[in-house]
């Protein structure tokens, strides 16, 4: 009698599909393209001077809609989101505007108070109206009318579908009029929501430009036989793929593409290790006590003059940050920090539970060398790595912080964990390690 083997268990299906992602990829590299080689396509149509390449903060922003564009017409047209319950809408059945304007007024209400919070705290913080945030500041301001005007017939739009349109923005909206009960827990959740969108948005936005600058400015060609140079190039091409789809995540948190956010990470110590990674409140930065460079050359100076170990040293960083990537381009629309969007369980998320921050900081330590100093300063060799360790620590402390709260929230985050707890190829070599070290640590016998 032939048996067959056994069926492996698979992990919960994943909330978003891996096309999602890769056509925003595709997008982006489209224009990206466009925009390196814009003077030999300006000399092909007959123009008598041909401009430079188009590497503007301008054309860097252009990017975010090259990415979102292909993202939302798979999002929609092949994995048909807008049908998903999750979004809360019946598309079915909508209802006359009359029966929902008071309940749109107040959700006005709501929002155009918390947006006029948020642009109040960007007039108070001054390092919003300096250096590379002041580009966030003239988008956001340039879009803010419109954005007030546009929210009239989309709230009033949606309200007619959604289930229950009484959402938490219309929960905030009916504390500030009085008119109605409301529940605070749903106040709390807006204010959470929104002070993530608020701060993060700003960052993002400010990000994109740099990377993309670098990238499209670039004569690849001279590189393409220098193992540092190339690995410069295509680890900036893997941060600037992660900056424009991060964005895109940030600003599309909208129900009818199922990427809304439904809920912001309640615990204090979840915002305090995400919130220490950013500026203003960064620590590793120059002057900061978790900087971890100080006279360090990195990977380069040390492998100077052999090839076969600056080659295979820049293989390790690329591969690193196209993980890193990758664990961003995972999102599709659904990328931002503290929240729960969603559960997924397939791309780089079936190794690990946490590949953004596993690469990320194994990219840092191998890219540093912390412990190898140009002034043999034992004092720095110490710090710098000590820094770095407390950095990675940070990290796990993250990592920990939203597991917690997506652990909370949605019971297929919890088959996802208990699976790859077991299954996967990373967490579950971290599972045993915790493991193990549980059952050797001693435990307290009542006494006698």
Same mark, same amino acid.
């Given at each position: 009698m032939v048996t067959s083997p056994p069926v492996r268990p698979q992990p919960p299906a994943s909330d978003v599909s891996a096309a999602v992602g890769f056509s925003g990829v595709a997008?982006?590299?489209?224009?990206i393209l466009i925009c390196h080689f814009w003077p030999e396509l300006h000399a092909l149509v007959g123009a008598d001077a041909p401009p430079g390449r188009l590497s503007g903060p301008y054309a860097a922003l252009t990017g975010l809609l090259a990415?979102?564009?292909?993202?939302?017409?798979?999002?929609?047209?092949?994995?048909k989101v807008h049908r998903r319950a999750s979004t809360g809408i019946d598309w079915a059945n909508p209802r006359p505007i009359g029966a929902i304007?008071?309940?749109?007024?107040?959700?006005?209400?709501?929002? +155009?108070?918390?947006?006029?919070?948020?642009?109040?705290?960007?007039c108070i913080g001054r390092w919003y109206w300096?250096?590379?945030?002041? *580009?966030?500041?003239?988008?956001?301001?340039? #879009?803010?009318?419109?954005?007030?005007? *546009?929210?009239?017939?989309?709230?009033? /739009?949606?309200?007619?579908?959604l289930i229950e349109p009484r959402d938490a923005a219309w929960h905030f909206g009916a504390f500030l009029l009085g008119r109605e009960p409301f529940d605070p827990e749903q106040v709390r959740r807006h204010a959470r929501t929104w002070a993530v969108k608020g701060f993060f948005t700003a960052f993002m936005i400010s990000i994109v430009p740099g990377g993309f600058a670098a990238l499209v400015e670039n004569d690849w060609a001279p590189i393409l036989h220098n193992p540092v140079a190339l690995a410069g190039l295509l680890t900036t091409a893997m941060f600037a793929i992660d900056a424009q789809?991060?964005?895109?995540?940030?600003?599309?948190?909208?129900?009818?593409?199922?990427?809304?956010?439904?809920?912001?990470?309640?615990?204090?110590?979840?915002? $305090?290790?995400? *919130?220490?990674?950013?500026?203003?409140?960064?620590?590793? *930065?120059?002057g900061g006590p978790l900087f971890y460079q100080t006279n360090t050359e990195g990977w380069a100076f040390w492998f100077a003059g052999h090839d076969w170990l600056l080659?295979?040293?820049?293989?390790?960083?690329?591969?690193?940050?196209?993980?890193?990537? +990758?664990?961003?381009?995972?999102?599709?629309?659904?990328?931002?920090?503290?929240?729960?969007?969603?559960v997924l369980t397939n791309g780089p998320y079936r190794f690990?539970?946490?590949?953004?921050?596993?690469?990320?900081?194994?990219?840092?330590?191998?890219?540093? $060398?912390?412990?190898? #100093?140009?002034?043999?300063?034992?004092?720095?060799?110490?710090?710098?790595?000590?820094?770095?360790?407390? #950095?990675?620590?940070? =990290?796990?402390?993250?990592?920990?912080?939203?597991?917690?709260? $997506?652990?909370?929230?949605?019971?297929? =985050?919890?088959?996802?964990?208990? /699976?790859?707890?077991?299954?996967?190829?990373?967490?579950?070599?971290?599972?045993?390690?915790?493991?193990?070290l549980r059952a050797r640590r001693p435990v307290l016998q009542p006494a006698e």
């Open positions: 997008g982006l590299v489209l224009w990415t979102a564009v292909p993202m939302v017409l798979v999002s929609i047209l092949r994995d304007i008071d309940v749109s007024i107040t959700k006005l209400a709501g929002l +155009w108070v918390t947006w006029a919070i948020i642009a109040g705290l960007y300096d250096g590379f945030y002041l *580009l966030a500041m003239n988008v956001l301001g340039a #879009v803010t009318v419109q954005l007030f005007v *546009l929210s009239v017939p989309y709230v009033i /739009w949606l309200d007619r579908v789809i991060g964005t895109v995540g940030y600003i599309l948190t909208f129900k009818p593409l199922d990427a809304q956010i439904r809920s912001a990470n309640p615990l204090l110590a979840g915002w $305090l290790a995400a *919130l220490v990674c950013y500026p203003p409140f960064q620590l590793m *930065l120059p080659w295979s040293w820049a293989g390790m960083l690329v591969v690193l940050t196209a993980i890193y990537a +990758w664990a961003t381009v995972a999102f599709g629309l659904r990328f931002s920090n503290l929240t729960y969007r969603g690990t539970k946490h590949p953004a921050y596993l690469s990320k900081n194994t990219f840092w330590w191998l890219e540093t $060398l912390p412990f190898l #100093v140009v002034n043999h300063s034992l004092t720095d060799m110490v710090r710098n790595t000590f820094a770095l360790a407390c #950095v990675s620590a940070i =990290y796990f402390w993250r990592a920990k912080t939203e597991e917690a709260h $997506l652990l909370a929230e949605d019971p297929k =985050y919890r088959a996802y964990a208990e /699976w790859m707890a077991q299954h996967g190829l990373i967490t579950r070599l971290f599972h045993r390690a915790e493991q193990t």
